[in-house]
């Protein structure tokens, strides 16, 4: 009952005045008791001694001094649903896959322990077999844990070797054919995934991890040793070709400013096969050096270029002249009269030489016209030597001897061959007949354009 708050203190009243308001203070209701089905496998005697029935056994599981037997006894069933309710939620615990064997365990160890000092009433063997469920399905699911995790260091093993072995063929590159920023930026890229795998993935075996990060580290070290070793390498040599351009630039520098055409140019054609020899020096001092080389260059063929367009000008008369002298050249052609067109062209070459240069656009095309001429006047030469030559008629003459006489012999042979019936031999004897005719054929043709 709650007391009233204070309030302001009346005047005493008499006695007699104060008898008559006091009234008789309420008795409170008892408390209802609170049932449990579980009260059921228990009893409690009269003087509060509580015992439960397990099978055809009754053991005394406490009393309850000062409370009447049925609340001792829903005391000590309470106490039994209470354990109940902590079986059943470890067993629904164990069905659920988001909890882990060790919690289940845990839970399963608690709850054992206050079994073996619990004394209460209710279905004690019924709770046993929750227990016994729950101890079953904790094997299985530590099985299945295990089993999963076997997988998953499987994976996370295979997982792992993937990426070192990616990093060693990275690192076993030749250092010619490497794409160093590409790779860089891989081996980094595959660090970060190792780092990932080692956050969130499955722990390997001690062994294992060591070895494949030990391979893993070697291949790092290795890529970046190559990689040190190439930059160190590249930066000497573009030191050299940086030296060497820089001579050729100033070779170049020189020669701008010369007249001397054919041999300037050849000079810097020279330069050129140098330049192209001499390797690559870092980007922006090659394309510097390029930029000067090239300007020295422009500036001779430039200024070559204007002396001959001017030389051009003055030399197109000369052109005129020679492509009327062409004409003359090609009318000797066709060659009739050997000693005649000898003279003639004779004559063509002096003129041509006098007639001086023509302009450069042109020289090819006028110098194959006159080659033509002069080519057609020596074979023509060449052929009348060899048909008037005696040493060389006097050979071919007797080569015809040599066939003839040959071919009498076969003739001989193959009516000897036939006369005798032997058709093997007067076969073969024909064939070689046959190949000598047509030597002697070739050998006349021969000495007919001797003249013989």
């Known amino acids: 009952m709650s007391e009233d708050k204070p309030t302001p203190r009346p005047p005493v009243p008499s006695p007699a005045a104060l008898a008559g308001r006091v009234a008789p ?113 904790l094997e299985a699911k530590r099985a299945a844990e295990a089993e999963h995790r076997r997988v998953a260091r499987a994976e996370a093993a295979t997982a792992r070797e993937a990426i070192v072995a990616e990093a060693e063929t990275i690192a076993a590159q030749p250092p010619g054919s490497t794409q160093w920023k590409q790779s860089g930026e891989r081996m980094r890229a595959l660090l970060d995934e190792w780092k990932g795998h080692q956050r969130g993935g499955a722990k390997l075996d001690k062994a294992t991890e060591t070895a494949l990060w030990q391979r893993f580290s070697h291949a790092r070290n290795a890529f970046d040793k190559a990689r040190r070793a190439w930059f160190a390498e590249l930066e000497s040599t573009r030191g050299e070709a940086r030296a060497a351009k820089e001579a050729l630039v100033a070779e170049a520098e020189a020669l701008s400013t010369s007249t001397d055409w054919g041999n300037t140019a050849r000079a810097y054609k020279q330069l050129m096969d140098r330049w192209r020899r001499a390797g690559r020096a870092a980007r922006s001092d090659d394309d510097a050096l390029w930029e000067r080389f090239r300007a020295a260059q422009d500036a001779f063929f430039t ?150």
Do not use: C
């Open 303 to 452: 200024a070559k270029d204007a002396v001959a367009a001017v030389e051009d000008e003055e030399f197109r008369a000369n052109l005129a002249v020679k492509e009327e002298i062409l004409l003359e050249a090609e009318a000797i052609l066709p060659v009739t009269d050997i000693e005649a067109a000898k003279s003639a062209l004779r004559a063509v070459q002096d003129r041509w030489e006098a007639a001086g240069k023509v302009p450069r656009g042109d020289i090819e095309r006028v110098e194959k016209r006159l080659r033509r001429v002069e080519t057609a006047v020596r074979e023509a030469d060449e052929k009348r030597w060899k048909a008037t030559n005696p040493e060389l008629s006097a050979r071919a003459r007797s080569m015809v001897e040599q066939l003839e006489a040959a071919v009498a012999k076969a003739e001989a042979e193959v009516a000897k061959a036939q006369a005798a019936g032997n058709e093997g031999k007067a076969t073969a004897a024909r064939e070689r007949l046959a190949a000598q005719q047509e030597w002697l054929a070739q050998a006349r043709a021969g000495v007919d354009e001797f003249g013989g």
């Open 25 to 137: 203070r309420p008795v409170a209701a008892p408390a209802p008791v609170q049932h449990s089905e579980s009260a059921r496998f228990g009893r409690a005697d009269e003087e509060g001694h509580v015992f439960v029935t397990v099978g055809d056994e009754e053991r005394e599981v406490g009393s309850y001094p000062g409370a009447t037997p049925e609340e001792a006894l829903q005391y000590f069933a309470r106490k039994f649903d209470e354990l109940a309710a902590s079986a059943d939620l470890l067993e629904a615990r164990l069905a659920n896959p988001e909890v882990s064997a060790k919690e289940v365990a845990d839970g399963l160890a608690t709850l054992k322990e206050h079994l073996e000092q619990a004394n209460v009433v209710g279905d004690l063997p019924a709770l046993h077999a929750t227990v016994e469920r729950v101890e079953q399905g």
